[in-house]
């Protein structure tokens, strides 16, 4: 606990960050930099945290799923799954690894993006020829839409011109 004041300047930090700035991976130092304080229980409140911050904290949650070592995967994973937000499936698509071959890994982030459903789609169709995790994203579009296309982006990019015509809640700023 005599720690925490170091934890708390992480997170004031992070704040002054503000997300459009940091349009790759934002937050991604900040929660490394935090984690470094191995301060478990402050972590899992900074999760509930950003998790209350609705919207405004999806990106931040989905960075902890990038640090191997932070534990609560599985939490932050299944409060990514509540949400409609495409920001939330390329942390989720890293989890999907299939060089892992991590099947109790892979299999949670794989039923958090049937969850989020259709907001998932374009996102998974951009990542398509992601070597590490193409197969697991042709399947789980395939389990969304009901179409089976394979790992072919092409397809999958001209099918989706004109499904998303039937989704336009889909293109709504969260």
């Given amino acids: 606990e005599a720690r925490w004041p170091q934890a708390l300047d992480v997170?004031?930090?992070?704040l002054e960050k503000p997300e459009k700035n940091?349009?790759?991976?934002?937050?991604l130092g900040v929660v490394r930099d935090f984690h470094q304080?191995?301060?478990?229980?402050l972590s899992l409140r900074i999760v509930e945290r950003l998790d209350k911050m609705g919207v405004e904290g999806t990106a931040a949650l989905g960075e902890i799923l990038y640090v191997e070592d932070i534990?609560?995967?599985?939490h932050v994973i299944g409060l990514l799954a509540k949400r409609k937000d495409r920001r939330?499936?390329?942390?989720?698509?890293?989890?999907?690894n299939?060089?892992?071959f991590e099947a109790m890994e892979q299999m949670p982030a794989h039923k958090a993006l049937l969850e989020i459903g259709?907001?998932?789609?374009?996102?998974l169709i951009d990542?398509?020829?992601?070597?590490?995790?193409?197969?697991?994203?042709s399947w789980t579009l395939r389990k969304i839409t009901g179409e089976t296309m394979g790992t072919d982006k092409r397809k999958w990019h001209d099918w989706w011109k004109g499904a998303s015509r039937q989704h336009p809640e889909l293109f709504d700023d969260p």
């Fill in 71 to 74: 534990g609560y995967h599985d």
């Fill in 118 to 123: 259709w907001y998932a789609v374009p996102e």
């Fill in 11 to 14: 997170v004031y930090r992070a």
């Fill in 37 to 41: 304080l191995k301060e478990r229980k």
């Fill in 98 to 100: 299939r060089f892992a």
């Fill in 88 to 96: 939330a499936v390329p942390p989720l698509v890293f989890k999907l």
């Fill in 127 to 137: 990542r398509l020829d992601d070597k590490a995790a193409g197969i697991w994203i």
């Fill in 22 to 27: 940091e349009p790759e991976r934002p937050w």
